[in-house]
C-alpha cells in the first residue's frame, strides 16, 4: 500500500493553480518542499532523454518567462508555504510532520534551465526574494545538465548559486559516449559534459543525479557502470569535489515506453558499486 507522501512523490506536477512559473512539490530527494522553478515554459530542452517525464505531447501555454510575474510568484509561494497555509490545502494536507519543511527552490522545470538566456540575471533576482524572507537556510538548488557551464552567463550564475547556498545537481548517467547517446539523444558531446562538470566541481562540491532504468528490459550492463565510476574517478583525479551522487530510477511515466524502472535491489547494487569503486557517498531513490 502506498503512503501518503509517496503518493506525492509520484505525481509531481509542475503547474501550481494559476501559476505560469513557480510550482511546490513534495520532494522525495529534498525530503520536504522543494519549490520549482519553470524556466523553460516552452518546453524545449537541448537533450531528449528516453526517460524524460516531461508531457511533449500537449502543446505549451506559455512560451516565455515573464521575469515580474515569476518574481511576483515566488514572492507569494514563499509565504504561501513558510507560514504553513499550504498544508491547509487538499494537495498538501497528508504531507507527514517530518516532510513540512521548505528545502529548497529549484531551477528545472520542463527542459534545461541553463538555457535560459538572462540565467545569471534570473538567479540573482530569486536570490534576493529569498533573501528578503530571511531563508539563509534554504537551498537554491540548479538541476542541470550540465551541457552549458561553459558560457560565462552560466558560470556567473553558478558563482551566484554559491552565494546563496545554491546546490547543483547535474546530471551524469553514463560512462560511455554509445550509453550517453542512446539515453540522452542530443548534438551536445559526452566530453563536452564531463569537462563542465569537472571544472564545475573543481570550484565547489557537486551533487551528480544519476536515472539508470531498463531500456528494452535491459538494466545498464556492468561494464557501462564501471565506465560510470571511471568517469566520476577522473573527476576526482583532476581536483573534482563530488559531495553525493544520487542514485535513482524511473519514479513517474518516462517519454518512452522502452522504459522500465529498475527493481530496488538492482538500484542499490549499482549504488553499492559506485561507492566501492569511487569513495562517494550515494543516496538511493526507488521507482
Ligand atoms: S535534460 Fe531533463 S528536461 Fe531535458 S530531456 Fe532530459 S530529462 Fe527532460
Known amino acids: 500500500m502506498t503512503t501518503p507522501a509517496e503518493q506525492l512523490y509520484a505525481s509531481h506536477p509542475r503547474s501550481w493553480r494559476e501559476n505560469k512559473f513557480v510550482y511546490p512539490v513534495l520532494s522525495r530527494r529534498s525530503r520536504g518542499i522543494s519549490l520549482g522553478i519553470n524556466l523553460n515554459p516552452d518546453k524545449v530542452c537541448n537533450f531528449d532523454c528516453i526517460y524524460c517525464q516531461v508531457d511533449r505531447t500537449s502543446s505549451a501555454e506559455t512560451r516565455f518567462v515573464e521575469i515580474d510575474r515569476l518574481l511576483a510568484e515566488v514572492d507569494w509561494m514563499l509565504r504561501f508555504v513558510t507560514s504553513g497555509d499550504i498544508y491547509a490545502d487538499e494537495t498538501f494536507q497528508s504531507v507527514p510532520a517530518e516532510l513540512r519543511r521548505l528545502n529548497d527552490i529549484a531551477f528545472s522545470g520542463d527542459g534545461e534551465p541553463t538555457t535560459y538566456r538572462n540565467f545569471d540575471e534570473i538567479i540573482q ?21 550540465a551541457s552549458m557551464f561553459h558560457r560565462p552567463a552560466i558560470e556567473k550564475g553558478l558563482r551566484i548559486l554559491d552565494a546563496h547556498n545554491g ?110 569503486r569511487t569513495g562517494l557517498n550515494t543516496d538511493v531513490y526507488y521507482g
Not at 550509453?179 to 569537462?195: A, G, H, N, P, S
Not at 515506453?257 to 547494487?269: I, R, Y
Open 125 to 145: 533576482a530569486v536570490a534576493d526574494v529569498k533573501r528578503s524572507y530571511g531563508l539563509d537556510g534554504v537551498k537554491l538548488v540548479l538541476i542541470t545538465n
Open 167 to 276: 546546490e547543483i545537481w547535474a546530471k551524469l548517467e553514463a560512462g560511455t559516449d554509445e550509453y550517453f547517446q542512446l539515453i540522452e539523444r542530443t548534438k551536445i558531446r559526452f566530453r563536452q559534459v564531463l569537462d563542465n562538470i569537472t571544472a564545475a566541481a573543481r570550484i565547489r562540491p557537486l551533487v551528480i543525479q544519476s536515472l539508470f532504468m531498463n531500456v528494452n528490459g535491459q538494466p545498464p550492463s556492468a561494464a557501462e557502470i564501471d565506465a560510470f565510476c571511471d568517469r566520476l574517478n577522473e573527476i576526482i583525479g583532476a581536483g573534482g569535489r563530488i559531495k553525493l551522487v544520487q542514485i535513482y530510477t524511473v519514479a513517474r511515466q518516462p517519454a518512452e515506453s522502452f522504459v522500465t524502472p529498475l527493481k530496488n535491489q538492482q538500484v542499490d547494487a549499482i549504488a553499492g558499486n559506485v561507492s566501492d
